[in-house]
């Protein structure tokens, strides 16, 4: 065991050449979706140059990276969703595998923890939306995927072989009568947050999904070779150097064409932009 910072290369390198892994899961993202609407930064950091860090000190060792990415890097309407979208591309340009799971049940922090919280307290429930779905899996599943996906040895983007989303409301009421069996706990519908989708997607209008296999499913995807990155990412480094937040959503959105930053990210950026002036 060793605690570090997948951002400090120097310490990558002393653990790759001391353990000589032939595969590292790289999981370490930062995930909250409206806190990195407010801290972008920081999401860019570690989400896309820890990963890059990663790849290439893995690339130098001879081993292989699988990422653990999100469906939230479809379509991104988030800094989180984006950042991991980025990740993706820098993972399968150097002949790693990423999967994209959907949101975890039972894992720390997830919808189905905080409604059974919310629900052993006699509520309110807190959803975001009425029309809010969600793609589902249960810890057992995502680790089982994974596994599989680690037995695999290729290069590639892959996806939970899952039919339908669900409706996160519904989840929540389905939660309040098992933890809080004939009471009534109600609902409170508090609006999207920052960053925040109604609805998710597994794969994008420009990747195609292959026949389920195994419980996955393989995407097909126009990818970029490794090289076409290195400007871009040069470019998104230096701004966030010298804390240029818009032109760091503007190296964003060229990397990830179907990016639609928040309200919440663009006040930010004009706000810091602003202060520079003055």
Known sequence: ?????????????????THRPRLAIHAAAYKHVPLLERQPFAAIA?????????????????????????????QPASVM????????????????????????LGSSGSAAEVFARQALRGGPMTVSDPKAR????????????????????????LVPALADDYSVAELARFLARVFAPGREVSLCFTGSRPGDKLTER???????AGAAEGGLRAIDIAGRKREDLNRPLAALRLAVRERDLTAALAEICALVPGFHPSQTVLALAAGRACQEVG
């Open 134 to 157: 969600r793609f589902f899996l249960t810890l057992d599943e995502a680790v089982d995927l994974l596994c599989a996906v680690a037995a695999r040895n290729s290069s590639a983007l």
């Open 81 to 104: 969703g984006a950042t991991k979208r980025v990740a993706e591309a820098i993972v399968l340009g150097g002949g790693g595998t990423a999967l994209r799971l959907a949101n975890v």
């Open 46 to 74: 570690n989400n896309v140059f820890a990963t890059a860090n990663v790849a290439a000190v893995a690339a130098e060792y001879g081993a292989r990276v699988l990422l653990l990415s999100t469906d939230k890097a479809v």
């Open 1 to 17: 065991l060793a605690l570090g910072d997948a951002g400090d290369r120097a310490f990558l390198e002393d653990i790759f050449r």
């Open 202 to 208: 597994l794969w994008d209008e420009d990747e195609f």
